[in-house]
């Protein structure tokens, strides 16, 4: 199985740019583009979170109909950018959103890998929590199917990474999620966004990880007290590859027009 993962888009509706610099629905645009061009396309897309910038209505419209082209389903979740309300009012078709209200949580089980969505966030504010109810909702979830191979989504990763303005806005509290997820060794796999790198560590007995977005990256910087600040890296996502064999296997996509690809042998040599 083939799992996209794209995250971060921050989305502006009538041409606004983010940050007054970035131009986020042209840049989900060619992400699209690059996703359809794929030589394997993905089964599924998991879009974690900051789907747009501010919430707004005409937001969500215009991220709509920048997803239609899409080939694949496609699944959404909140970050701390987007409004839950707003983003059902949206997507009325897709009815997981409302599979467990007031919190955007679901699972998904057509596929050989179950999806688990969590929600993390806290209405106007930049970091994320998971309470007990969410977390209570986990256990049971998981609990229910405890040998498919599973992966769970959520916006804010249960991880501290070094970068010290966005670790300051990011999960209140992981130790809860920990203890949930060591109890069900079924989870192969914690996706988050958010920090608009890629990142992974070990976690709760399995790797937890972060995906870059396809418009601007959080600068690195590990200096716990540097300003915020994002930089125009290469835009990228991710393609999350599961088989029975291997697990998770992930690889970081590149979006932009790149020389190659070019041969390493010739005549069953390497070239010199």
């Known amino acids: ?3 996209g993962q794209i995250s971060d888009l921050h989305i502006k509706a009538n041409g606004k740019l983010s940050y007054r610099v970035v131009d986020t629905a042209g840049m989900l645009a060619r992400c699209v583009e690059h996703v359809r061009a794929l030589k394997q396309c993905p089964d599924v897309l998991l879009v974690t979170g900051d789907l747009v910038d501010f919430g707004r209505p005409e937001e969500y419209a215009t991220l709509k109909a920048l997803l239609a082209p899409l080939p694949m389903p496609y699944y959404l979740i909140p970050g701390n950018h987007d ?3 707003a983003l059902r009012d949206a997507f009325p078709e897709h009815g997981y959103l409302r599979q467990w209200a007031p919190f955007v949580q679901y699972a998904i089980d057509d596929w050989p890998v179950r999806l688990v969505a969590l929600d993390t966030v806290i209405a106007g504010q930049s970091g994320g929590e998971l309470c007990g109810d969410r977390l209570a909702w986990l256990e049971a979830t998981l609990a229910a199917q405890p040998h498919k191979p599973t ?8 991880f501290r990474t070094g970068i010290g303005h966005m670790d300051r806005m990011g999960l209140a509290d992981a130790s809860g999620l920990a203890a949930v997820i060591g109890r069900h060794p ?3 796999r914690v996706l988050c966004g958010h920090l608009h790198r890629p990142i992974q560590v070990r976690f709760a007995g ?8 396809p418009a601007h990256q959080v600068a ?3 200096d716990r007290e540097a300003p915020s600040r994002f930089v125009m890296e290469p835009p990228a996502y991710q393609i999350h590859q599961w088989s029975e064999a291997t697990g998770v296997v992930s690889h970081t996509a590149f979006i932009g027009e790149f020389a190659g690809p070019y ?6 040599k390497p070239i010199d």
Request: aromatic share 6%.
């Open 1 to 3: 199985m083939l799992i």
């Open 83 to 85: 409004e839950r309300g």
């Open 151 to 158: 992966i769970v989504i959520m916006h804010h990763p249960p």
């Open 186 to 188: 079924q989870v192969e």
């Open 206 to 213: 399995t790797i937890a990880s972060t995906c870059p977005s």
């Open 220 to 222: 690195l910087d590990l």
């Open 263 to 268: 041969p390493f042998y010739e005549g069953g």
